[in-house]
Nanobody, 130 residues
Framework: RLVESGGGLVQAGGSLRLSCVASGFTFEFDDYAIGWFRQAPAGKEREGIS?????????YYADSVKGRFTISSDNAKNTVYLQMNSLKPEDTAVYYC??????????????????????WGQGTQVTVSS
């Protein structure tokens, strides 16, 4: 199970840190990749924005968030974080984390695609006001 938290309402230029806590799975002993996705309102597609893996060799970022968002993990807490800085109104969306087990790296060409992951959280709303 994955549970996201940390969403909320923030003004443009502000920051938020999202958390994704995994249960029934141990970061310290198992291989995994966790991705962050977001889905804006009005029927937009779910967008992959970042990915981190147990090997922590290379996190991935979408161009839309590169330089503003940072993904990290705390194995002792079974938690992946998404630090979001310099937020813009276009960052407004429901943010989801997703897990794929038994991989030591983010799927190189598929890390931002929904089928690459097989467990999803319920999402947390982020609203950025102008």
């Amino acid at each position: 199970r994955l549970v996201e938290s940390g969403g909320g309402l923030v003004q443009a230029g502000g920051s938020l840190r999202l958390s994704c806590v995994a249960s029934g799975f141990t970061f310290e002993f198992d291989d995994y990749a966790i991705g962050w996705f977001r889905q804006a309102p009005a029927g937009k597609e779910r967008e992959g924005i970042s990915c981190i893996s147990s090997s922590d060799i290379r996190p991935y970022y979408a161009d839309s968030v590169k330089g503003r968002f940072t993904i990290s993990s705390d194995n002792a807490k079974n938690t992946v974080y998404l630090q979001m800085n310099s937020l813009k109104p276009e960052d407004t969306a429901v943010y989801y984390c997703a897990l794929v087990k038994a991989v030591s790296a983010c799927p190189a060409t598929a890390w931002a695609t929904i089928p690459a992951y097989n467990l999803w959280g319920q999402g947390t709303q982020v609203t950025v006001s102008s």
